[in-house]
């Protein structure tokens, strides 16, 4: 299973972090928080793939913090787990962009069934390798190996590198890279890519690969013969 990251927000934190511990039994990575404020702030940091959020909160609602959220990133998956079950709340939740509305309480096993749905394409896909110098790269498993060693990278580390590996030694423009991994080009996410490429220079040991920045422009993968 692909490293898929889960960010929940609950300030109800006894049965979150036993919620936690459930989601990471299924091979996920969980951040915790335990308001809306501190859950944006992880969320700045570490732009999870799925984000598991109650609304009743202190400092900052869920509501507002999927708001502020979305104002940013169309492709994060939204799920409100709340006990605001009456019409007028879910219909709020869903004009939010959220991607489900799951009334509390309800059994974690429910839970993972609906993020297993929502990421099941991530992990069957056609399992296609990349060798790129002395590296292979199976988006597929999410990993890189060189060397005898293989590493992890996350969903959008993925699907940056095999946007860079379809096109080696050819731009790929910054703006495209936004729409189709974030779903928009703003300014706060294209301060995002930055930081994953950086993690992702990291993680290409081969001495004969690059990532090489064109400014303003986009990055080229390049690989010496």
Partial sequence: MKKIKVLLVDDDIKNSLLLR?????EGYEVMYANNGRVGLEIYNADHPDLILLDINMPELDGFELARIIRKADRKVVIFFLTDRTDKVDRLHGFSLKGNDYIPKPFYPEELIARIHERFDSLTVEQDVEYMI??????PNLSSLTYGGETHSLSVRQTEILQMLADNIGRLVERDEILE????????????ALNVQISYIRRLL????ISIISIKKKGYILSVEK
């Fill in 133 to 138: 110098g002395d590296t292979l790269f199976r």
């Fill in 205 to 208: 040991a081969d001495p004969s």
């Fill in 21 to 25: 511990r459930f989601i990471e039994a």
């Fill in 180 to 191: 189709r991994i974030w779903g928009v080009a703003s300014y706060s996410n294209s301060l």
